[in-house]
């Protein structure tokens, strides 16, 4: 029963580690400043973190697959770009979203394409990061450019009730996410095709159509994520969302989702993207200075890697090999 205990306890720390790690630092910034546990600063958090939550719930799909996307960062700056060039052509509002979004899903469809194809996804999206993020500066000239449109800034500083736009349409999203991957065929389809893809094509499995749709879904995310940035900084830059794809990812990593496919966690995703934010929020509270903030959220995503891999691996093995010595060590008198 102790072997059983033990193995139970490793498996728990490393599924639930990270929602312990959250409360853990919940508690003691808490204590550490009188301005971190107000409803005030939860929502400021909350809203910082919904374009990455956004992406991030896209991500979950791509990387259950075993394939990642490094371009919706320069996506996001396209986006944000294009908003402001649109309207300046005198393009209606009804016109300009649709559009755009539109756009972010072409986009995603464009490297599901080369990637069911047989290319590595981290060429395919390194490729797609360079042309977008070009493309966003030709357009813009370099320039950014504000945005006056009253839907865009309502989408990203407006409020529905006590709540900001952004942090509605991130839970809308996650429990969408989380729905489709827990709840449905293309979810489970998903996770068969990460987890062993001639396996799953042996089982009738469109592995091609579900890899198409993954990457489809997080570039109409990721045009949602430049929407909401842009109205939240009121201009549309092509410098919007540098470094967004590696929060992303770090987030989605962080929160359980295997970098090799086939395990994927929409609330772990959640409590990544909350958790990275919150750190940040925590030292910046303390005057931390903020190329301190970055080097604190390089070593998260190193560690969350770590954990990924690593340690998830070795307590993995350690449990199974204690289940299996668990029989003699009960005969033993």
Do not use: C
């Not at 944000?80 to 986009?107: D, E, K, N, R």
């Not at 500066?137 to 839907?151: E, N, R």
Request: proline share 4%; hydrophobic share 55%; no cysteine.
């Amino acid at each position: 029963m102790a072997g059983l205990d033990r193995r139970r306890l490793g498996l728990l720390a490393v599924r639930y580690g990270l929602f312990l790690a959250l409360g853990a630092w919940l508690v003691a910034m808490s204590l550490a400043s009188e301005h971190f546990f107000t409803w005030l600063n939860f929502l400021n958090v909350a809203r910082q973190a919904a374009p990455i939550l956004v992406i991030a719930v896209g991500m979950t799909f791509v990387m259950a697959t075993a394939g990642i996307d490094l371009s919706v960062g320069s996506l996001v700056a396209l986006i944000s770009v294009l908003i402001v060039t649109f309207f300046g052509l005198g393009l209606p509002t009804g016109v300009v979203i649709p559009a755009v979004l539109m756009l972010g899903l072409v986009s995603g469809l464009a490297n599901g394409y080369f990637v069911q194809l047989g290319l590595p996804p981290f060429v395919v999206t390194l490729a797609m990061l360079t042309t977008l993020r070009g493309i966003a500066f030709v357009v813009s000239d370099g320039y950014a450019t504000p945005v006056k449109d009253d839907l865009v800034l309502w989408l990203g500083r407006g409020k529905i009730g006590p709540v900001h736009t952004p942090i509605v349409l991130a839970v809308i999203v996650a429990i969408a996410g989380w729905l489709v991957l827990s709840k449905t065929r293309f979810g489970l389809y998903a996770l068969a095709v990460g987890g062993r893809e001639e396996a799953a094509r042996a089982m009738g499995i469109n592995v091609r159509g579900v890899k198409l749709a993954v990457y489809g879904a997080i570039g109409l995310l990721g045009a949602l994520a430049g929407i909401v940035l842009t109205g939240r900084l009121g201009n549309g830059s092509p410098n919007a969302g540098i470094m967004l794809e590696l929060e992303v990812i770090a987030a989605t990593v962080l929160g359980g989702t295997s970098l090799f496919g086939g395990v994927a966690t929409i609330a772990g995703t959640v409590a990544g993207a909350l958790f990275i934010n919150f750190v940040r929020n925590g030292l910046n509270l303390l005057g931390v200075n903020p190329f301190w903030v970055q080097v604190a959220t390089g070593l998260i995503l190193l560690l969350a890697v770590l954990l990924n891999t690593v340690v998830n691996r070795r307590v993995t093995e350690w449990a199974r090999v204690l289940k299996t010595e668990e029989p003699e060590s009960e005969a033993e008198p």
